[in-house]
């Protein structure tokens, strides 16, 4: 689900991807639902593609998301103001945070994230497991066999 789920630079939100076209995406605010291109020139990023650093290994960004849901019982997060807070709180998310390389900032928007996914209904944050070409092609095989 998070595949499709965009952040783009310079706008607020994130945005569902709802269709291709020459040289632009495009997108759906999950907020107010307007449709908008996406050009280009835009640094779009997908949330399925996104990790926070650890101590040991990076941490896909649905796993993250998943242990804020579990914590907040699947309810909207109040995000901290101060620092310390933020950082305390996101300790109880993901106890093993590199405290060197994520920032404040990026904790309050994955947060504000966090808060904007619940508000549209999204509450499924594991990725949808695609399946395996090997396992098509012995598939397609199987049917012609038969």
């Known amino acids: 689900m998070l595949k499709t789920i965009l952040s783009i630079s310079g706008k607020p939100g994130l945005f569902k991807l709802v ?12 907020t107010d639902k307007k449709r908008i291109p996406a050009y280009a020139k835009d ?3 997908s949330l399925g593609d996104i990790a926070i650093y650890t101590d040991e290994a990076e941490v896909p960004l649905h796993e993250v998301l998943t242990s804020v849901k579990n914590k907040e019982n699947g309810e909207k997060v109040t995000v901290p103001s101060d620092t310390k807070e933020l950082r305390t709180y996101f300790a109880e998310v993901l106890p093993n945070f590199d405290r060197e390389r994520v920032y404040p900032s990026d904790i309050k928007k994955l947060l504000s ?5 619940i508000g549209a209904g999204i509450t499924d944050f594991t990725p949808e497991e695609e399946p395996a070409e090997t396992d098509t092609k012995a598939e397609a095989a199987e049917e012609k066999a038969e």
């Open 19 to 30: 269709s291709h076209g020459k040289n632009m995406l495009i997108v759906e605010s999950l």
């Open 113 to 117: 994230w966090y808060n904007i996914l």
């Open 43 to 45: 640094k779009v990023i």
